[in-house]
Nanobody, 121 residues
Framework: QVQVVESGGGLVQPGGSLRLSCVAS????????MGWYRQAPGKQRTVVAA???????NYADSVKGRFAISRDSTKNTVSLEMNSLKPEDTAAYYC???????????????WGQGTLVTVSS
């Protein structure tokens, strides 16, 4: 079994910064990629940023230049540094880990419970 837990959400004023963190734990043989998604009320969940095991990153156009994703593969963690936050960044942020579990082949997707980010004055 694999668990993914996010932390670091909260209330921030427009123009401010927040750092989200996510840790994957459990029966993990390897992690192919980790990423952050967000879902605003009444909207679909969309990708924010992702990073592969080789360090390749991908960002949604709306956050390019403002957000930065990083990963510590030794600790199975991924972080999202969010700067110049806007009200439209308000959403629940979810961490996704694509992992191969110990003793198995093939990847599975494991989601965290989410952490709320509110950007408001």
């Amino acid at each position: 079994q694999v668990q993914v837990v996010e932390s670091g959400g909260g209330l921030v004023q427009p123009g401010g910064s927040l750092r989200l963190s996510c840790v994957a734990s459990g029966s993990i043989a390897s992690i192919t990629a980790m990423g952050w998604y967000r879902q605003a009320p009444g909207k679909q969940r969309t990708v924010v940023a992702a990073i592969t095991s080789t360090g390749r990153t991908n960002y949604a156009d709306s956050v390019k230049g403002r957000f930065a994703i990083s990963r510590d593969s030794t600790k199975n963690t991924v972080s999202l540094e969010m700067n110049s936050l806007k009200p439209e960044d308000t959403a629940a942020y979810y961490c996704l880990a694509i992992v191969t579990m110990t003793g198995t082949t093939g990847d599975v997707e494991v989601w965290g419970q989410g952490t709320l980010v509110t950007v408001s004055s």
